[in-house]
């Protein structure tokens, strides 16, 4: 069955550098996939949705790439700032659920001043 | 606009009590989702509605939940005789179609089962 892998250990980083975080998948090729930003306590929130035909997608200091050939989405944000410090998901649909997203577990950054 | 509005934001409750989870999506929003979400874990799909049909109901995970949407609007996810697993923050989610759409996310329910 499909699988999704993201960092599990936390990321911190300094201020105003720039933060990559990893979605690796197994066993499928997604059509899409979508990154999701949580803080404690809330529900996600929707940033990007990149598609498989696309190489890269930028919004403002965010940037998403996905590589069907390495299976793998990586996820930026530049010149990065305390307030980017939350959980981010990575979200593909499921294999032959094109409706339904399957959810990575997220990585937890930490922007320090 | 109004965002995703769940209630209650806590429910505890005892085990083998059943429970009623509210979830009001987004108006004109016709699809639905109902996830889990386990301390420290990602989320779990349970249940997506297109309109008031329930096209994938593989994620619930036993007989004991079910849920139901009416009117295209409301819906609910009901749990009977709760056990102590069940305990997880029950997020609801809803988008304006289905296939890529981004999907708006309410504040969820904390359910504790004691």
């Known amino acids: 069955s499909q699988k999704i892998e993201q960092n599990s250990e936390a990321l911190n980083i300094q201020e105003g550098k720039t933060a990559t975080l990893t979605c690796n998948y197994t066993n499928y090729s997604p059509a899409y996939l979508q990154w999701y930003r949580q803080d404690p306590g809330r529900g996600p929130v929707f940033l990007l949705l990149i598609r498989e035909n696309e190489k890269e997608k930028r919004k403002e200091r965010l940037k998403v790439t996905f590589d069907t050939t390495l299976k793998q989405s990586?996820?930026?944000?530049?010149?990065?700032?305390?307030?980017?410090?939350?959980?981010?998901?990575?979200?593909p649909p499921f294999s032959g659920g094109y409706n339904k997203l399957i959810f990575g577990a997220g990585t937890r950054?930490?922007?320090?001043p | 606009g109004a965002g995703v509005s769940q209630s209650p934001s806590n429910k505890v409750t005892e085990k083998g009590k059943d429970v009623e989870l509210r979830c009001d999506p987004i108006s004109g929003h016709t699809a639905?989702?109902?996830?889990?979400?386990?301390?420290?874990?990602?989320?779990?799909?349970?249940?997506?509605?297109?309109?008031?049909?329930?096209p994938d109901k593989s994620g619930l995970p036993s007989d004991r939940f079910s849920a139901e949407r009416t009117g295209g609007s409301v819906s609910t996810l009901t749990i009977q005789r709760t056990q102590q697993e069940d305990s997880a923050v029950y997020l609801c989610a809803s988008s304006l179609g289905l296939a890529q759409n981004e999907q708006f996310f309410g504040p969820g329910t904390r359910l504790t089962v004691l």
């Open chain 1, 74 to 91: 990586l996820f930026h944000i530049t010149a990065s700032q305390p307030a980017d410090s939350a959980t981010y998901l990575c979200a």
């Open chain 1, 109 to 112: 950054l930490a922007v320090h």
């Open chain 2, 32 to 54: 639905l989702y109902w996830y889990r979400q386990s301390l420290g874990q990602g989320l779990e799909f349970l249940i997506y509605f297109q309109g008031n049909s329930a």
